[in-house]
């Protein structure tokens, strides 16, 4: 169920998550060792557009990439295949990018005021 | 032949189409015996109703692939004593294709992929042009090479998981034919062959574990020649011709 777009966007976002993920390991073991609190953390996060960049880039990485792999497995466990394989995949990658996005909004421009 | 020095027993699949259940024969167990032997003397000699196929026995013609205690082999060239673990030995036919009866699989979906992969020749040139010149040391020559060897016997079809998985996967065999004549200076189909290997059977969906090159009998490597196939295709598509 693989065509060779499907399988260039798998790799693509691949490499793109590969940095990404050590990035965000990186900024947790900081924000863990140095003892940041939450209203710290958050007031870094809110109103930088490099944070929402960079998790904004890496909630679409994998949406994208987890959608498609989530495919190929069920189509090759279950059989499932045509309209009903593809709405599972916008379905996954939608659900994911709008539950990321979410998250990402929270922190770096909805939340005012936490202190 | 040697006298035989005890008796086997072994479980062959008995069933027409995917109906069927394993039925066990005694059969006498002698020093080199071939798989291929101990489906032949029940056959022979017990039970002539049995069904199987084969044809050169000396690993050739492809023709007689079977289950033998759960993995794909030749028969022919399968020597029990390398296969039988404990006393057992276990007979079926070939996994991923529809059986016909008893151990013989309808091969059709097998042999039609390879047309589908497009594992066919595309000649480049008429009878009135000279011929064209294959030179054995050039590098893509090399590549053709090392996959022209095959057999079309299916084991690796049989072993391979994806195939079981997704119907419409192309299989070792038929990409590798792919690859090879990808590489052919004589044939003249490469974009129709990058094509015919990048839809939703294609190539792509190799999960590159090597179970058919595990298991090929002439020890070709298949999942190599899909890499490449992979690798094609990709280079293709970033020059958006595909
Ligand atoms: S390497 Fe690819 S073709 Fe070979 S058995 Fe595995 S999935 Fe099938
Ligand atoms: S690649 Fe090997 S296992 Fe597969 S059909 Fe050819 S000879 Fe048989
Ligand atoms: S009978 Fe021909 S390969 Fe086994």
Not at chain 2, 143 to 154: L, M, R, T, V
Not at chain 2, 200 to 211: D, I, K, L, P, Y
């Amino acid at each position: 169920m693989l065509t060779v777009r499907l399988y260039m966007l798998q790799r693509v976002t691949a490499l793109l998550m590969a940095p990404l993920v050590v990035g965000h390991i990186g900024v947790m073991i900081y924000a863990v060792q140095g003892g940041l609190s939450a209203a710290e953390i958050l007031g870094r996060t809110q109103g930088s557009v490099f944070w929402f960049s960079f998790y904004g880039l890496f909630v679409l990485a994998v949406s994208v990439h987890a959608a498609i792999g989530l495919r190929t497995i069920l189509h090759e466990v279950t059989g499932l295949s045509g309209r009903l394989l593809m709405f599972f995949t916008w379905g996954t990658a939608l659900s994911l990018c709008v539950l990321g996005m979410r998250a990402i909004l929270a922190v770096t421009f909805l939340v005012r005021g936490v202190s | 032949m040697n006298s035989p020095i005890k008796t086997r027993h072994v479980a062959v699949w008995r069933g027409e189409g995917e109906i069927g259940h394993f039925e066990t024969y005694d059969v006498p167990a002698y020093d080199n015996q071939t798989v291929l032997d101990v489906v032949s003397h029940i056959q022979h000699y017990i039970d002539p109703s049995l069904s199987y196929r084969f044809a050169c026995r000396v690993g050739m013609c492809g023709s007689c692939a079977m289950m033998v205690n759960g993995e794909p082999r030749w028969t022919c060239r399968t020597h029990v004593n390398k296969v039988v673990g404990q006393d057992v030995l276990e007979i079926a036919p070939l996994r991923n294709l529809p059986v016909i009866k008893d151990l013989a699989t309808n091969m059709d979906p097998f042999f039609e992929k390879w047309v589908k992969a497009e594992a066919v020749h595309h000649s480049s040139s008429s009878r009135d042009d000279d011929m064209t010149a294959v030179l054995p040391n050039d590098a893509e020559r090399k590549k053709a090479d090392a996959g022209i060897e095959c057999i079309n016997c299916a084991v690796c079809y049989a072993a391979c998981d994806t195939v079981a998985g997704n119907a419409d996967y192309l299989g070792p065999a038929a990409l590798q034919r792919a690859w090879t004549l990808y590489n052919d200076a004589r044939d003249a189909g490469k974009q129709t062959i990058l094509e015919a290997v990048s839809g939703v059977g294609g190539c792509h969906n190799c999960h590159a574990q090597g179970g058919c090159s595990h298991y090929c009998p002439s020890e070709l490597n298949p999942m190599q020649a899909i890499a490449g196939l992979k690798q094609a295709a990709t280079r293709a598509l970033l020059k958006g011709k595909l």
